[in-house]
């Protein structure tokens, strides 16, 4: 994608309007490192715009039928499912994922989420009426209010649609922030939420770096925050929400380990390597980037893995064939070096990767890397690297794999593997994290998933469309006192 984007405008009451702020963001594309435009920078101002059109719209948006606004994410579907590739390619181009990775996650899997929420029924989702003795409650579960969606570079369209869908099914408003990395992707969105015939305010879109999100964080007319980041990015609008009394979701950082058991299948693990432990080069929250191993089995694992990766294409985003594409920025290239040298310091075996490919001279690439004989002390068993990195530590008994599984400070995902399912699920139960895929990520996440971190994985979550509603009891005596 050669085309040059200068966007000195943002999406505010259903319409796109200069920003009042002269800073701007450029773009690069990290497989050329050349630039491919340049996004409004925007300041508490256009803040001030967005959320106060958001507060408008609010009481007419929330008093419309859940019909009606299942009818508008069904239209919004649509609409997407026929840009679709135009979205993956433009995401691509932004943040260097895959076109194929791309096209599930930017793509089908936002058509996948507006659709879920444009089919649920209304049965308990909006009141529950409760019998009892002389009286009766209704529990009217309403809108939270204006939301902040807080969106991150590495996966945008379907992190945002994960926010967007529930949020407008529920009843509030939204104001966009998405990431300075990734923002052209964000603005298309606002021509589809025109064509599809959401109310002006409805969702309004504001580009900007970390002082956009912090204005939008503190402003008085935001409600909630939805925020998905880093744990200090988390760290920060969690306590301004605290300090201020918002409701906040945060879904942060991760450090997932993968359990190989005794009986696992190799060429099922295999098969599965790459999207459960590195998808998106590794850069994606859930990544199993710790694989626990028997140590009867630690050869054989080991030689799995790197022939697995050894198989897969590095390449440009738009290859097709390429598992691996490019990092995000040169600072995330760096940093992942940076954790390589780490683990070759501490005392880990380098046994794969580890360095730049030589057939990619231009672009942020870092080939995928495995480090083996690592122990729960070393950085690169305890840190979120994210990068295509991969950690091989052995255990002797199922107590100290679990414990090696818990041996972190997130708890966002995870995954083992093993012929005897139940076997799988009962150390699934001992594992500390939000969500756990027995015999790996099979591709797209199936619905009904809910990500729950624990510990420094985020707070919130769960159920997702009870995070934008709150309840309201009104309990009725027929007959009086």
């Keep these: 994608m050669g ?3 200068d966007r000195d405008d943002i999406f505010i009451g259903g319409r796109f309007v200069p920003s009042r702020s002269a800073g701007r963001i450029a773009l690069t594309n990290p497989a ?6 340049f996004v409004a920078d925007a300041d508490a101002a256009d803040i001030d715009r967005a959320a106060t059109a958001a507060r408008q719209a609010l009481p007419a948006w929330r008093r419309t039928t859940p019909g009606f606004r299942r009818t508008l994410l069904g239209r919004l579907a649509d609409l997407y499912e026929a840009r679709l590739e135009e979205f993956a390619a433009l995401v691509s181009c932004q943040n260097g994922s895959v076109i194929s990775r791309s096209r599930r996650s930017n793509g089908f899997g936002p058509v996948s989420i507006y659709r879920t929420h444009a089919a649920m029924s209304d049965a308990d989702l909006f009141e529950q009426a409760v019998e009892s003795p002389g009286g009766r409650v209704m529990n009217i579960l309403e809108p939270v209010g204006v939301v902040a969606a807080i969106v991150p570079w590495n996966a945008p369209q379907g992190l945002l649609a994960g926010k967007l869908a529930p949020a407008l099914l529920a009843g509030c408003t939204v104001v966009v922030k998405p990431s300075p990395e990734t923002s052209l992707d964000a603005l298309l969105l606002g021509e589809l939420l025109n064509e599809a015939g959401f109310p002006a305010g409805v969702v309004n879109i504001v580009t900007g770096g970390r002082e956009t999100g912090a204005s939008l964080v503190v402003h008085p007319e935001i409600d909630m925050v939805s925020f998905t980041g880093s744990v ?4 920060a609008v969690s306590a301004a929400c605290g300090h201020h009394l918002k409701d906040v979701t945060a879904e942060l950082g991760g450090k997932s380990a993968a359990v190989v058991l005794d009986d696992a299948d190799l060429q099922q693990l295999s098969n ?3 999207e459960t432990c590195l998808p998106n080069s590794g850069q994606v929250c859930y990544s199993s980037t710790r694989i626990l191993a028997p140590a009867s089995r630690l050869q054989e694992v080991t030689e799995a893995v790197t022939s697995t990766l050894c198989a897969a294409k590095v390449g440009e985003p738009m290859d097709t064939e390429a ?3 490019p990092l995000v920025s040169a600072v995330q290239r760096r940093r992942v070096e940076d954790y390589i040298a780490s683990g070759t310091a501490e005392g880990a075996r380098l046994v794969l990767g580890g360095g730049r490919p030589a057939h990619l001279p231009v672009g942020y690439y870092v080939t995928p890397t ?13 840190e979120e690297i994210f990068g295509p ?4 530590t052995a255990y002797d008994t199922e107590a100290e794999a679990i414990r090696l599984a818990n041996a972190t400070t997130y708890g966002l995902g995870g995954s083992i593997f093993s012929s005897d399912i139940d076997r799988a699920v009962r150390l699934a139960r001992e594992i500390e994290t939000g969500a756990v895929f027995i015999n790996g990520l099979q591709g797209a996440l199936p619905r009904g998933v809910m990500f729950q971190g624990r510990r420094q994985s985020g707070v919130g979550g769960g159920d997702v469309l009870r995070s934008y509603q709150q309840t309201k009891s009104i309990v009725v005596y027929p007959n009086g006192f």
């Design 3 to 5: 085309a040059v984007f």
């Design 32 to 37: 050329t490192e050349r630039g491919i435009g």
């Design 232 to 235: 200090s990015g988390g760290r």
């Design 272 to 274: 599965v390597l790459i």
């Design 323 to 325: 598992r691996f594409g």
């Design 370 to 382: 495995v480090f083996a004989g690592v122990t729960s002390g070393m950085r690169i068993f305890r």
């Design 389 to 392: 990195v991969l950690t091989i």
